[in-house]
């Protein structure tokens, strides 16, 4: 049986007066657990927090960004795929060696 509280998210959104707690928008609200349920985070709602979803996105990747190194993030990524295209193509002398899309 799932022990999860069913209210929780309703909970949190009053409590944090529906309004992303980092940017203050008001719309495309998610409740985000600040300790992750998979690393041992509890579902209460002081492990909570109220974020829009570009903020919420942005939190995400900062904890992915902490959690594992670069390459081993960017394997679950789609756009893996293409930087080891570029990597292959800078290899047999089809790109220079400066990186052009740094500034992208």
């Known amino acids: ?3 999860r509280d069913s209210k929780l998210r309703y909970k949190v959104l009053i409590r944090d007066h529906h309004r992303c707690q980092r940017c203050w928008e ?5 409740v985000h657990h600040i300790v992750a349920l ?8 002081d492990n909570c927090i109220t974020l829009c979803r570009p903020c ?10 902490s959690k594992y190194p670069f390459e081993k993030w960017m394997r679950h990524s789609p756009a893996w795929k293409i930087f080891l295209a570029l990597d292959h193509a800078r290899d047999i002398g ?5 990186n052009i899309f740094m500034n992208i």
Do not use: V
Not at 94 to 98: I, K, N, T, V
């Open 94 to 98: 089809y790109l220079p060696d400066s």
């Open 38 to 45: 998979c690393d041992g985070g509890e579902d209460t709602i």
């Open 56 to 65: 919420h996105k942005e939190w995400e990747a900062i904890e992915i960004a």
């Open 1 to 3: 049986m799932n022990n």
């Open 26 to 30: 008001e719309n495309l609200l998610e």
